[in-house]
């Protein structure tokens, strides 16, 4: 097994701690588990205690999660990597620290960014009013039964990683295959070939994780290596195709807001690259755009 150099090993850590305030309960562990590509995911993990918590009205308080990426600017180009540690205090507020890595203002401009991000992550701005005055108001059985399942669990949010680019890779890899070929496929491509993120005091960095790769890291991987990653060559032939594309899809990932006819349009766009298909952009879209408009239907490309 082989790794990539350690972000944090040679250069100066940064570090930032932020509390956001939901103002009501929030779903720790069901609002992140939906981004974990199983397990053992060396990108990001919910504590696996939290997993078990009931949630509901009191929300999560206890619950906590370990999630890495890499930060772009408007352009696409990529300013740096950041740890950051999810910890619940209380009901309706979550602790937010961040690790960076680098020369002084970049690490801390990194550092900035990745803190608002967080909120994002978290959906801290979601809104939910219009949609249950919308449920209520049909009434027919299937919107009851969604009115009941929101009530149950009102601390389950819709997360926005703005990571567009490693969402589509991760989509593909879940084209047409079992469960446990993707997982694994995924897992072992971090555990190979992804950099150990930034770590500090503040935030210890498990030893497991690993940063998802660039485009340019995985256009380095040779033929041979993706079979035995258990990745069909129709599947690699698509991550190379969004790995050559990977800065302009980092600049509309950064152009695009959450808003559905924003997003909806970026959709369209991103189904003009051969492989990516309604299915794979709607798995992405909604997890980097926090997109509840577009389910995953159609034929799973």
Same mark, same amino acid.
């Given at each position: 097994? @082989? ?7 040679? @250069? ?13 309960? &929030? ?9 974990q ?9 919910? +504590? ?9 009205? %009191?929300?999560?308080?206890g619950?906590? *999660? ?8 408007p ?17 309706? @507020?979550?602790? &937010? ?17 990745a ?7 978290l959906? !801290?701005? +979601? ?18 039964? /969604? !009115? ?15 990571? /567009?680019? +490693? ?13 446990d070929?993707? %997982? ?9 070939h992804?950099?150990?993120?930034? *770590? ?19 256009r380095?991987?040779?033929?041979w ?5 258990w !990745? ?26 959450v ?9 369209? %766009?991103? %189904?003009?690259?051969?492989g990516?298909?309604?299915?794979? !952009?709607?798995?992405? /879209?909604?997890r980097?755009?926090?997109?509840a +408009? ?8």
């Amino acid at each position: 097994m @082989t790794t990539g150099p350690s972000i944090g090993a040679s @250069t100066g850590a940064h570090q930032q701690e932020v509390l956001l305030d939901f103002g009501g309960p &929030v779903d720790l562990p069901r609002t992140l588990s939906v981004l974990q590509r199983g397990a053992a995911d060396p990108s990001i993990r919910v +504590d696996p205690g939290a997993r078990s918590m009931t949630g509901g009205p %009191r929300g999560t308080p206890g619950a906590g *999660a370990w999630m890495c990426q890499r930060i772009h600017d408007p352009t696409g180009t990529e300013l740096g990597a950041a740890t950051l540690r999810f910890d619940q205090i209380r009901a309706a @507020t979550v602790r &937010v620290r961040v690790a960076t890595a680098g020369p002084g203002i970049t690490a801390e401009v990194v550092a900035d960014l990745a803190a608002r991000r967080a909120a994002q992550i978290l959906g !801290v701005q +979601d809104s939910w009013l219009e949609t249950e005055l919308l449920l209520d108001a049909l009434g027919d059985q299937l919107s009851n039964a /969604l !009115v009941r399942v929101r009530r149950r669990h009102p601390g389950v949010r819709l997360p926005a990683t703005g990571g /567009l680019f +490693d969402q589509l890779v991760t989509a593909t890899f879940e084209q047409k295959v079992t469960h446990d070929q993707a %997982r694994t496929g995924w897992r072992q491509l971090l555990r190979r070939h992804g950099q150990a993120p930034p *770590a500090s005091a503040l935030v210890p960095t498990p030893e497991w994780m690993r940063l998802p790769l660039t485009g340019a890291q995985l256009r380095r991987i040779p033929s041979w290596e993706w079979h035995q990653l258990w !990745v069909q060559p129709a599947l690699s032939k698509t991550i190379q195709r969004l790995a050559e594309r990977a800065l302009t899809i980092h600049r509309l990932s950064a152009d695009t807001g959450v808003d559905t006819e924003s997003v909806a349009e970026l959709g369209l %766009r991103l %189904r003009s690259i051969p492989g990516t298909g309604e299915w794979t !952009v709607a798995e992405a /879209l909604q997890r980097s755009h926090g997109a509840a +408009d577009l389910p995953p239907s159609g034929i799973i490309t």
